[in-house]
């Protein structure tokens, strides 16, 4: 379903998202030029085939070139949902305030299943590792009352992710709240992790990158994080990681946003099915269709 009004649901999102947005607190990232962007306008048929609005921003590292869906949604900030935990992940480390990816977190006892859903098959003890596969939030929000806003802000600003605003009173900040990063932000801080150019120590980064393992097969490796919050009723879902093949290595974030008026069961599977299929079209890798 072709949403009639794509401009107007945009700039609706813009001042639910963004108009707190503090960019003063960060360096704006570079705008992009006719010389390095490819604009796949195409890719928006995979969007309207999920009933969504959306957005995908590519990075073709070899040859320094974005592909993107278009060059107004991959500007627009919004929570980054789960992918948050990347950078969490990081900060985490980095802080000491766990060990080691396997540190084990003990269950709370309850959580808020209005605001996170019903999903009894994470109430228990984890590992952080655990916790970033499974995208249970209960362990991370933990982890975010120990590391604490000072921190946080701190090491949000040294990367330049999203628009650092953690007015948010509860400390679940990326799923509820301000806080709010664009699909070419996104790839902009992956890149930077790719190539090891982030504020934390080499082993940090290479325990997040094999925490982010997602696929391998012996033509490519996907390392990436889905995302997806329920907030201000609006379904704001992404998939966000990079993909090397025999070909080379891409950077990628796709964002899919959704009234919940209009829920349809797809929304989590579209994700990953609009980002491949993408890859697809571009030659890169021959991912199979769903359905066949």
Known sequence: MKSKKPIFFIVLLSCIYGCSSNKSEREKSSPLTEADLILRSDFGSYFDSCGVEGSIAIYEIEGQKWIVSDTVGIELETLPASTFKIINLLIALETKTIQDEDELVKWVGSTDTVKYGYRPDIYHDMTVKEAFELSAGWVFVELAKKIGKDKYKEYLTK????????????????????FAISPKNQVEFLLALYEDRLPFSEQNMAIVKDVMLTERTDDYTIRAKTGWTRANNINTGWWTGYLETKKGSYIFATRLLQDRKMNRSDFGSCRKEITKKAFRDLGVIDFPVAGK
Not at 162 to 178: P, R
């Open 159 to 178: 990367c330049r992710y999203g628009n650092v605003d953690l007015s948010q009173e509860e400390a679940d900040f990326w799923n509820f709240g301000a």
